[in-house]
């Protein structure tokens, strides 16, 4: 036999492709700062930084200083490790929310797409069902009901996640479905269920991925403004939105630093996530 | 010595009935019929080609052999047992038996899988064989098809549309089956590309035990090569079939002898030989209910041949015509 002679080499995986240094500078950038603030809340524990969940009653409200570089909040608590720590918070709550109504929502999408009648009718009408409801009203409602826990408020999010990512993967599902590389598959013995997972899916996750910074982004000012009215995270824990909250009705005495910070912290997130939404699609696509 | 063994059909398509519904502005509904009665026959080994115009059919038989599309009407049978009208779960141990290569190999190719993927998805539905060996196969194959073990890395964007085909044969050659449908397979190349193809295919043919191939084209050149036995067919019936030299050297239909003009090979011979004008028209225009389809189009017409519908008959030992005058017009 011939075989053999020549060995398969190995390819760059997706990852190393995305760091090659040859996308974009605005990509590049734009994923780096990103990465920056993902890098900074997880190195947070080890950074030289005041306890974040100790309070202070003798040391309210006090400016920016050398000591406090964001000041103390309303229980005393350091502002600069508050808002550091609070990343961690505020990216895992998005991420995993995002991530779940991914893996739940795109699976559903590819299925009702493909195979279409009854099925696709019946997963079409529950995901405009779940749309059906104003999203923060339900929120607040079920974390009224259901206990104030981060579990609920993740939960909630997928909620809202699942049918975003069904429709969007089922739109792209259905032209597939007829394309020469899917019947292909079937030739080369796929059954269905394989066709669907192994060929279809993997071609929908173009507009996926371009999708996932938007909704991360989506989620956090949705965490932020549920712990705003105070549901969701609590105080002590560390979280943009209660803290936002706790500082607002010092703003009108002067005392900025309480809620500015975290603001911005929150704003920056948001605003990175939103570029690196529409430059991540085009990444994507080009896969070299 | 077996049934097989002593020449009997591997697969036997008999009248196979294929309509389409396309939808028309209101309620109307207009059928169009792919496949009109068409009967074949394949044996073991053996290389048939099928040669028609755009939108003849030819692709939809494919498609309905295969199981892509179901058939309206008629029975295929290999060996020996109607696999038409199995639910797809019995279908697909079938699948490794029966195997195609599309038209277009570009779009053939799952854009997110490497030629390496794509050939162990294939090759998934041979169980006998490990990991390991899968992947030895699949060197295996690139070489078969005169790929080196480089391009099972690439994806199908990274490669051209030669290469790409040599691939697709690979992936249908995978589970060894014992029949390939080419659909157009050169269609969409370069006529130097082309040849290459064709000379593939030649190779493969010699090869014992090597599948048989039912080798679907436009272009009748290129079954002087690769072909055994031809059937022509268009607007969804076959109008003749016989071996190659007797569709080359005596075809009968007026339909078989236009193409034969129309390609430059037959141009020559067969300029004096026929009164018609050579042109193979493609044209969908229907003929009046119960008289010959090519009605409108051929020269040879004459009153008898609007009245009577034209069946399929043996001329001479192997080959078929659809046409009352065939004799007559030598």
């Given at each position: 036999m011939l075989?053999?002679e020549?060995?398969i080499?190995?390819r760059?995986?997706?990852?190393?492709?995305?760091?090659?240094?040859n996308?974009p500078?605005?990509?590049?950038?734009?994923?780096?700062l990103l990465?920056?603030?993902v890098?900074l809340?997880l190195?947070?524990p080890?950074?030289?930084?005041?306890d974040?969940?100790?309070?202070?009653?003798?040391n309210?409200?006090?400016?920016?200083?050398l000591?406090?570089?964001?000041g103390?909040?309303?229980?005393?608590?350091?502002?600069?490790?508050?808002?550091?720590?609070?990343?961690?918070?505020?990216?895992a709550?998005?991420i995993?929310s995002?991530?779940?109504?991914i893996?739940?929502?795109a699976?559903?999408?590819?299925l009702?797409g493909y195979?279409?009648?009854r099925?696709?009718?019946?997963i079409t009408?529950i995901?405009?069902?779940?749309?059906?409801?104003?999203q923060i009203?339900?929120g607040m409602?079920?974390l009224a009901?259901?206990?104030n826990?981060?579990v609920n408020?993740?939960?909630?999010?997928?909620?809202?996640?699942?049918?975003v990512y069904?429709?969007?993967?089922?739109?792209?599902?259905?032209?597939l479905?007829?394309?020469d590389?899917?019947?292909?598959?079937?030739v080369?013995g796929n059954s269905?269920?394989?066709v669907v997972f192994?060929h279809?899916l993997p071609?929908t996750?173009?507009?996926?991925f371009?999708?996932?910074p938007?909704?991360?982004a989506?989620a956090a000012q949705?965490?932020?403004?549920?712990s705003f009215?105070?549901?969701?995270v609590?105080?002590?824990?560390?979280?943009w939105g209660s803290?936002?909250?706790?500082?607002?009705?010092?703003?009108v005495?002067?005392?900025?630093w309480?809620?500015?910070?975290p603001?911005?912290?929150?704003?920056i997130?948001v605003?990175?996530l939103?570029?690196v939404?529409d430059?991540?699609g085009?990444?994507v696509v080009?896969?070299? | 010595?077996?049934?097989?063994?002593a020449?009997?059909a591997?697969?036997?398509?008999?009248?196979?009935t294929?309509r389409f519904?396309?939808?028309?502005?209101?309620?109307?509904?207009?059928?169009v019929?792919a496949?009109?009665?068409?009967?074949?026959?394949?044996?073991?080994?053996e290389?048939v080609?099928?040669v028609?115009?755009?939108?003849?059919g030819?692709?939809t038989?494919?498609?309905?052999?295969?199981?892509l599309?179901?058939?309206?009407?008629?029975?295929?049978?290999?060996?020996?047992?109607?696999?038409q009208?199995?639910?797809?779960?019995?279908?697909?141990?079938l699948?490794?038996?029966l195997q195609?290569?599309f038209?277009?190999?570009?779009?053939s190719?799952n854009?997110m899988?490497?030629?390496?993927e794509?050939l162990l998805d294939?090759l998934?539905?041979?169980p006998?064989?490990?990991?390991?060996?899968?992947r030895?196969r699949?060197?295996d194959l690139?070489?078969q098809?005169q790929?080196g073990a480089?391009?099972?890395?690439?994806?199908?964007y990274?490669?051209?549309?030669?290469q790409?085909?040599?691939?697709a044969?690979?992936?249908?050659?995978?589970?060894q089956p014992d029949?390939i449908?080419?659909d157009e397979?050169?269609?969409?190349?370069?006529?130097?590309i082309?040849?290459?193809?064709?000379?593939?295919?030649l190779?493969?043919?010699q090869?014992?035990?090597?599948?048989?191939f039912?080798f679907?084209?436009?272009?009748?050149?290129v079954?002087?090569?690769v072909?055994?036995?031809i059937?022509?067919?268009?607007q969804g019936h076959?109008?003749e079939?016989?071996?190659?030299?007797?569709i080359?050297?005596a075809?009968?239909?007026?339909?078989t002898?236009a193409?034969?003009?129309?390609?430059?090979?037959?141009?020559?011979?067969?300029?004096?030989?026929s009164?018609?004008?050579?042109e193979?028209d493609?044209?969908?225009?229907?003929?009046?209910?119960?008289g010959?389809r090519?009605l409108a189009?051929?020269?040879?017409a004459?009153?008898r041949?609007?009245?009577?519908?034209?069946?399929?008959?043996?001329?001479e030992?192997?080959q078929q015509?659809?046409c009352?005058r065939?004799?007559?017009l030598?």
């Amino acid at each position: 036999m011939l075989a053999g002679e020549q060995a398969i080499p190995e390819r760059p995986s997706l990852l190393q492709r995305m760091m090659r240094a040859n996308g974009p500078m605005r990509v590049r950038l734009n994923i780096g700062l990103l990465l920056l603030i993902v890098l900074l809340g997880l190195l947070a524990p080890l950074l030289p930084l005041h306890d974040p969940v100790r309070p202070n009653p003798l040391n309210r409200f006090k400016a920016p200083s050398l000591e406090h570089p964001f000041g103390t909040d309303g229980n005393g608590m350091d502002v600069l490790s508050r808002t550091i720590h609070a990343i961690r918070t505020d990216f895992a709550l998005a991420i995993s929310s995002v991530a779940l109504g991914i893996v739940v929502g795109a699976p559903l999408g590819a299925l009702s797409g493909y195979f279409g009648g009854r099925l696709d009718s019946v997963i079409t009408r529950i995901t405009e069902v779940f749309q059906g409801f104003p999203q923060i009203l339900f929120g607040m409602a079920v974390l009224a009901a259901a206990g104030n826990t981060m579990v609920n408020l993740v939960l909630i999010l997928a909620f809202y996640n699942v049918p975003v990512y069904s429709k969007m993967v089922r739109s792209v599902t259905l032209p597939l479905r007829e394309a020469d590389f899917v019947q292909a598959a079937r030739v080369a013995g796929n059954s269905p269920l394989s066709v669907v997972f192994r060929h279809v899916l993997p071609n929908t996750l173009v507009p996926v991925f371009s999708q996932l910074p938007l909704s991360c982004a989506y989620a956090a000012q949705m965490i932020a403004g549920l712990s705003f009215i105070g549901l969701g995270v609590a105080i002590p824990t560390p979280e943009w939105g209660s803290m936002i909250q706790l500082g607002a009705n010092q703003l009108v005495f002067g005392k900025w630093w309480a809620s500015i910070f975290p603001g911005l912290a929150l704003f920056i997130s948001v605003w990175l996530l939103n570029n690196v939404s529409d430059l991540f699609g085009s990444l994507v696509v080009r896969r070299a | 010595m077996n049934a097989e063994a002593a020449g009997e059909a591997l697969l036997r398509i008999e009248g196979a009935t294929k309509r389409f519904s396309l939808r028309q502005r209101g309620w109307r509904r207009q059928q169009v019929v792919a496949l009109d009665g068409v009967s074949m026959t394949l044996r073991r080994g053996e290389t048939v080609g099928l040669v028609g115009e755009s939108g003849s059919g030819k692709s939809t038989l494919g498609r309905c052999v295969l199981n892509l599309l179901r058939l309206d009407g008629g029975r295929i049978i290999y060996r020996g047992r109607e696999i038409q009208a199995l639910p797809e779960r019995e279908w697909r141990p079938l699948r490794r038996r029966l195997q195609m290569v599309f038209q277009n190999p570009v779009s053939s190719f799952n854009p997110m899988m490497t030629i390496e993927e794509a050939l162990l998805d294939a090759l998934r539905q041979v169980p006998e064989l490990d990991h390991a060996q899968r992947r030895q196969r699949v060197g295996d194959l690139l070489e078969q098809v005169q790929l080196g073990a480089r391009f099972a890395v690439l994806y199908p964007y990274e490669m051209s549309g030669g290469q790409l085909q040599r691939a697709a044969i690979a992936r249908a050659l995978a589970p060894q089956p014992d029949f390939i449908f080419l659909d157009e397979p050169t269609a969409n190349l370069d006529m130097s590309i082309r040849g290459q193809i064709i000379n593939l295919l030649l190779d493969l043919q010699q090869r014992e035990g090597g599948p048989g191939f039912v080798f679907v084209t436009h272009d009748l050149r290129v079954l002087r090569y690769v072909a055994e036995r031809i059937y022509v067919i268009t607007q969804g019936h076959i109008v003749e079939s016989g071996s190659r030299d007797q569709i080359f050297h005596a075809p009968r239909h007026p339909w078989t002898r236009a193409l034969l003009e129309a390609s430059s090979i037959g141009r020559r011979d067969r300029r004096q030989a026929s009164g018609s004008d050579g042109e193979a028209d493609i044209s969908l225009a229907t003929s009046p209910e119960g008289g010959c389809r090519l009605l409108a189009r051929c020269p040879h017409a004459r009153e008898r041949c609007a009245r009577e519908t034209q069946v399929l008959r043996e001329i001479e030992p192997g080959q078929q015509v659809r046409c009352w005058r065939a004799e007559e017009l030598d």
